[in-house]
């Protein structure tokens, strides 16, 4: 019973700080700019296209929800998703460099200056 | 025109017609209809650009060819060298066959959305 408990008190407390990490990063869009050097070889060419194992137009992502930026990033970084240019580009991300990249990504609309 | 420009010449209007079969061959209407069979909408927003969630990505606007090899990557799973395991998206994308990826894909793309290119 001793142990159960021991086990429960554990496992309340892993999810507790599981969640404050998540809680604690705030993408911010400003620290972006420096991190997005390998982003933009590929999405911030107009109708640049991949040239393998399959050939497409890369997703546009400006304008796109910040969560699901970070959720592909993350998939990308855990493995659940497999793709030979953004499987080792999203494995130097920390957490942090996904959240200020997928808050930069989100903010821009067709009004963005494309510098 | 010398023997290689000519050649070169073919060359470039086959993988034309090639390219264009496999992205122009995508049919909006029946897209439309299918994306209403299999219910996309309930996730993805009634204008695909507002979807539930916001971990869901926005699709209006998006490229065809790329909403095309995202199903295949979900149908695939991430055992391939290029899939993705998705839960949902797994069994959503394991019934469409390749002309209905690529109709469901430019009927999306079709539609009005805020997606960009910026650096």
Do not use: W
């Amino acid at each position: 019973m001793k142990k159960l408990l021991a086990v429960l008190v554990l496992a309340a407390g892993a999810s507790a700080s599981c969640i404050a990490g998540a809680a604690d990063i705030v993408g911010n869009p400003k620290a972006a700019p420096n991190k997005i050097e390998q982003c933009i070889g590929c999405h911030g060419i107009p109708e640049y296209k991949t040239a393998f194992p399959e050939v497409y137009q890369v997703p546009m992502i400006g304008g796109q929800s910040a969560k699901y930026i970070e959720a592909a990033l993350q998939a990308y970084k855990k493995g659940d998703r497999q793709h030979p240019q953004m499987t080792p580009t999203a494995r130097v991300l920390s957490d942090q460099d996904i959240a200020d990249i997928a808050a930069y990504y989100a903010q821009q609309t067709a009004a963005t200056p494309n510098k | 025109m010398n023997g290689d420009a000519m050649k070169n010449l073919l060359l470039a209007l086959v993988c034309g017609a090639v390219s264009m079969s496999a992205f122009a061959g995508g049919d909006i209407t029946r897209g439309a209809e299918l994306a209403k069979k299999y219910n996309c909408a309930s996730c993805h927003g009634a204008d695909y650009k507002t979807p539930i969630d916001p971990t869901y990505p926005k699709l209006a606007g998006q490229h065809a060819d790329y909403l095309a090899h995202a199903l295949h990557a979900y149908k695939r799973g991430n055992k391939s060298i290029s899939g993705r395991n998705n839960p949902i998206m797994a069994g959503m994308a394991q019934p469409l066959s390749d002309q209905d990826m690529a109709d469901i894909a430019v009927y999306l793309q079709s539609l009005p959305g805020p997606l960009v290119v910026r650096k």
